[in-house]
């Protein structure tokens, strides 16, 4: 076998080779996975602007949040049940990540506990970054306990994921419904209804295992003030995770969000919302520098990452490519795709003539689309 050289090489290696159940589960978007689609292809619909004759003998990749220095402006973004991928799941994920000293995002939705993934983090507790995206559960007490488990463990930010009211329609899934496999436990949680819902193949109602345990367990019924409910819970830095207008932007200023994360949930809720990387520039407007802002959706390369800081992004997340990577070698696979995309990123800054992150910006962009009226 060729040597994978490339996000994508993983991700058709996984393709090949990954069993169908877990397949269907970790690649597929809603309905006709048009967003899916758009947040990768969306990506090449911009181009980087160049500079020379920079002097680009030391590149400085290094990026803050929240008191937080991390190695790469590359983060990972929380998706469920990764033991599916590798046995080590998110305990490897999580090893890797922390490794890169990059932020490693922890589903609730896991096959690992929270104590287990802070563990696995290290021992030093100021070094774990470590972020923990909360869904919350119709039963608040449930959710105030898995907040202060993520706090006693070292968990350094709340991501409360918005988007997800119910589970998108995802036709892999109806056709051939997602069982989680016996030997795997969603860890954060004790479910009473999880047994029942793991057991029945299809519903009446033509719901599949993901939508049924969500409809039972999620509150659909989220506000606002839920944002202002947890802060009011936790002092961790709370990030509101599934914006893409800038009416929404606005609003997470107003309630206190301490940050946003650009999403679609990787085209699996609402198709045809748009590409996060079309979104991101007027959230990062409506915001005006006041929290950062953060983008997932179709990161694939380097280069992805640094449009979307040039279009005002912190850092961005990958969802997918962690996956690919785990499956291809467990903590390995990670520390391959992560060394890939982190390589092809810093050349990137050189290339474009880019010493550090903070030189990133607009004037290193344009959009193909738009190209002729800047002219
Ligand atoms: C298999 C899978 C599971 C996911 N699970 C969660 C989850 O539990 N919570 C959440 O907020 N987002 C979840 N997401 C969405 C990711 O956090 C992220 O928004 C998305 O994967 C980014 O797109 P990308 O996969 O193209 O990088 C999941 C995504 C995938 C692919
Ligand atoms: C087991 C309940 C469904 C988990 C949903 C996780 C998720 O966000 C996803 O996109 O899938």
Known sequence: MSKIASVQDLEDHAKANLDKNALNY????????????????????YQIRPRVLRNVSNVDTKVSAFGLTFDYPIFIAASAMQKMAHPDGELASVRSANKHNVCYSLSTISTSSIEEVSEAAGQVTDN???????????????????IKRAERAGF???????DTPYIGRRLPDIRDPFMIPSHLKLKNIQTEKIGEAETSTQSSENASWLARYFKENI???????????????????VLVKGVLTAEDAKLCLQYGADGIIVSNHGGRQLDTAPATIDA???VVRAVN????????GGVRRGTDAFKALALGATAVFM???NLWGLFYDGENGVDLMLDIVFEEFKLAMALSGCASVKDINESYIQDSRHIFSKL
């Open 26 to 45: 970790y690649s597929s978007g809603s309905q006709d996975m048009i967003t899916l689609q758009d947040n990768v292809n969306a990506f090449d619909r």
């Open 219 to 237: 509150n659909p019924g989220l506000t606002w003030d839920d944002v202002t409910w947890i802060k009011s819970v936790t002092s961790l830095p």
């Open 280 to 282: 991101l520039p007027e």
């Open 156 to 162: 350094k930010a709340i991501i409360l994921t918005a």
């Open 319 to 321: 969802g997918r490519p």
């Open 128 to 146: 774990k970054k470590i972020w923990f995206q909360l869904y919350i559960y119709n039963d608040k007490h449930k959710t105030i306990d898995l």
């Open 289 to 296: 520098g006041k929290i950062p802002v953060f983008l997932d």
